[in-house]
C-alpha cells in the first residue's frame, strides 16, 4: 500500500524568503512517481514538479525544486523567492508505475501563505 | 500545455436529480482519464480510473450504480451521479493521461456540486 504524508497543514512565509514544504511517502513499489500540485482557491491543480524514483537529479522548474532523499523517503518541495501568487494549496502526490495503473494518491496537503 | 476542460463548472441541483459532468482532453488523446472527488479543505479522493473503451475501475467505497463513468472517446469521459443528494455536494475533478506521455496527468478545473 501507497500513503502520502503531509505534517504541515499551514505554512507561512515573508514575500521573497524561500520555503520548504514537507513531503514524505511510503511504498513497496520500486517505480513510482513523485508530483507536486498547487491549487489555489480557484480549484485548479497545476502541476509544479516530478521527480521519478531513478532520477539520479532532484528536479527543478523554474522557482520550484524537489529535494528527493530517497533513504529518507522523503520529497519536500521548495519554493525560493515566494510570491503573493504562490499562495494557495499545495498537494503532494504519488503514482506507482509497477502497477501500470498510473493512479495519484495525494497528501492532505498544505496551505500556504505568503506575507507581504 | 495539454489543456482538459469540464462541463459544467457549477451546477445546483435539486435532491433526487441526475447530473452529468463532462471532462474533455482538447489536444490531446487520453486513453485513460480519471475522477477525483474534493470536500471543502480536504485533500482528492481518487473516485475511479476510465480507460477508453472499457469497463470504469471504482475505488474502494465508491457506488458504481451511483457514478456513472462512460468514456466512449479518447478525448471525452461522463460521469454522471445518479439521485443526488446533498451528501453528494462536493468538487469533482477529473484528470486525463496522456495516451503517448510519460507520468504526468493533466487536470481539469473542477465542477463544483451543490445538491439541494
Known amino acids: 500500500a501507497q500513503k502520502i504524508t503531509q505534517t504541515q497543514p499551514g505554512m507561512f512565509v515573508q514575500e521573497k524568503e524561500a520555503v520548504t514544504l514537507d513531503c514524505t511517502y511510503d511504498?513497496?513499489?520500486?517505480?513510482?512517481?513523485l508530483f507536486w500540485y498547487k491549487q489555489p482557491s480557484s480549484g485548479e491543480m497545476i502541476f509544479l514538479i516530478y521527480?521519478?524514483?531513478?532520477?539520479?537529479q532532484n528536479a527543478t522548474e523554474g522557482r520550484y525544486s524537489l529535494n528527493f532523499q530517497k533513504a529518507r523517503k522523503s520529497a519536500n518541495l521548495v519554493i525560493s523567492a515566494s510570491q503573493l501568487g504562490d499562495s494557495a494549496m499545495y498537494f503532494c502526490a504519488m503514482s506507482n508505475f509497477q502497477t501500470g495503473a498510473n493512479n495519484l494518491f495525494f497528501g492532505t496537503g498544505t496551505r500556504l501563505t505568503v506575507i507581504p | 500545455g495539454a489543456v482538459v476542460s469540464q462541463h459544467p463548472s457549477w451546477v445546483i441541483c435539486k435532491s433526487g436529480t441526475s447530473v452529468k459532468i463532462e471532462c474533455r482532453s482538447l489536444d490531446f488523446q487520453a486513453t485513460t482519464m480519471f475522477w477525483y472527488r474534493q470536500f471543502p479543505k480536504q485533500s482528492l479522493m481518487l473516485m475511479a480510473t476510465?480507460?477508453?473503451?472499457?469497463?470504469?475501475?471504482?475505488e474502494q467505497g465508491v457506488e458504481k450504480d451511483k457514478f456513472l463513468i462512460n468514456h466512449a472517446s479518447l478525448t471525452l469521459s461522463t460521469l454522471t451521479v445518479t439521485s443526488a443528494h446533498p451528501e453528494d455536494s462536493s468538487f469533482y475533478i477529473c484528470?486525463?493521461?496522456?495516451?503517448?506521455?510519460?507520468?504526468?496527468?493533466?487536470f481539469g478545473p473542477g465542477t463544483r456540486l451543490t445538491v439541494l
Open positions: 476510465s480507460n477508453e473503451g472499457s469497463k470504469a475501475t471504482y
Open positions: 521527480q521519478g524514483s531513478y532520477d539520479q
Open positions: 511504498t513497496s513499489d520500486p517505480s513510482y512517481g
Open positions: 484528470s486525463a493521461l496522456e495516451a503517448r506521455g510519460q507520468n504526468e496527468q493533466f
